[in-house]
């Protein structure tokens, strides 16, 4: 049971302990607890020595400060007090002045004392609704900042609602997953300085989010340096491929410029690689009663791995399936072939997403000419690629492929370890 704090404001010498007769029971039960003082002033003192003060009770005509100036004073602040004004029957005019200066209500004097345990009934329910409202505000705000650290601002508040609870369940949905990846951070691990891993990583991560968070899709999971993406959950996202392809391509930007960044400090960090695919995934809490844990899991989960990994092999930092590239509106990028991905029977046509620029470069004429000899099992593939890498040595998709070529490799079919 809570104790309402009320502070009563009058001159009258007799009033404190009138007051604690009538409520004497009240008191003993512990529902009531008063305070007294004699003008608005130390009224003001009162309250900034118990903040707690749930309700004022306050005289008009006091001395130093009146009660309409207590009352303005009070509906200033923040924290603003439900305020009872009392004053003489015949005083309409300010009690009218003080209801539309925000009092609560109003008594006349003689205070009827029935009237008055009433009045003071009444407006503790109304602080305890407002209590109520306040706990829920800060719940809300509660679940929404550990929401963010998930979710983009905008889902996360959404979830934040009652309401949206369900979007929590676990269910089979369509979605589209990045996966992200850094080279070589075991061996970073291995030897940078506490404390600089520690800036290091933090920074990596708080930037790729705020990038994912861009896009408004949704972080899964980070593992260490690993960061899984959905888009399409927990919300319904139609765009939701080329939201993914799209923040795949700035995850690349920020994660480049970030390890430029770093080695002008003398640190090798790796690149980051990303996989992307869409299909249906079984997404929700997976954490029971006791653990928040979103995320997805199903095939379409593993195979979005499968292709981060792919780019070790190829040599891209981006590696999307055929089948988020054909559910995106106006794709632009360019074969890889199709791969033969670990635990998959069949093969999965991939492609290496580009900016608009790249994508209408020669270089990418030429690139599709030499793999459409490759895929039609042209001798002249290999001249082809030969003389891609000759203008492009720094296109390692082509020096791939090439490689392939020489070493007796035909066609665009490729099994992957």
């Not at 008063?34 to 009770?57: K, Y």
């Not at 300085?193 to 994912?212: I, K, P």
């Amino acid at each position: 049971m809570t104790t309402a704090t009320i502070l009563f404001v009058d001159d009258e010498p007799d009033l404190e302990a009138l007051v604690l007769q009538k409520f004497r029971r009240q008191i003993r039960d512990g529902t009531v607890s008063f305070l007294f003082a004699r003008d608005g002033l130390e009224a003001l003192q009162s309250i900034e020595q118990h903040p707690h003060v749930d309700m004022v009770v306050s005289d008009i005509n006091m001395p130093r400060m009146d009660g309409l100036s207590l009352l303005a004073r009070l509906q200033e602040a923040e924290d603003k007090k439900s305020t009872i004004i009392v004053s003489a029957y015949g005083d309409m005019s300010n009690i009218r002045t003080a209801m539309n200066r925000g009092a609560f209500d109003f008594l006349t004097k003689p205070i009827d004392f029935g009237d008055l345990e009433l009045t003071i009934d009444k407006t503790i329910r109304h602080v305890e609704t407002i209590r109520e409202a306040r706990r829920r505000q800060a719940e809300a705000e509660r679940a929404h900042a550990s929401l963010s650290r998930y979710f983009s601002p905008q889902i996360a508040s959404r979830l934040a609602c009652d309401g949206e609870a369900d979007g929590m369940a676990v269910h089979w949905r369509e979605v589209a997953t990045i996966f992200t990846d850094i080279t070589s951070f075991t061996s970073l691990v291995e030897t940078a300085a506490a404390e600089v891993l520690a800036e290091l990583l933090n920074e990596y991560v708080g930037g790729m989010t705020d990038v994912v968070f861009a896009h408004e899709g949704t972080v899964a999971k980070i593992i260490g340096d690993a960061i899984q993406v959905l888009f399409n959950a927990p919300g319904e996202q139609p765009d939701y491929a080329e939201r993914a392809i799209a923040c795949a391509q700035d995850l690349d930007v920020w994660a480049q410029a970030f390890r430029e960044r770093w080695k002008a400090k003398g640190i090798n960090f790796g690149v980051t690689r990303i996989g992307v695919h869409a299909g249906p995934a079984l997404v929700g809490n997976f954490g029971g009663s006791r653990f928040f844990d979103y995320t997805a899991y199903g095939d379409t989960i593993n195979i979005a791995a499968r292709l981060e990994a792919a780019n070790k092999f190829l040599g891209t930092r981006i590696c999307v399936s055929v089948t988020v590239a054909k559910a995106a509106e106006n794709f632009k990028g360019r074969p890889v072939g199709d791969l033969m991905l670990r635990g998959r029977s069949e093969p999965l046509r991939a492609f290496e997403p580009l900016c608009a620029e790249v994508f209408i470069a020669p270089a990418m004429t030429q690139y599709s000419q030499a793999f459409a000899k490759l895929e039609a099992g042209d001798a002249a593939a290999m001249p082809a690629f030969a003389a891609l890498v000759g203008l492009h040595a720094d296109d390692p998709l082509a020096g791939f492929h090439l490689k392939r070529l020489l070493n007796g490799a035909k066609g665009v079919r490729m099994q992957l370890e």
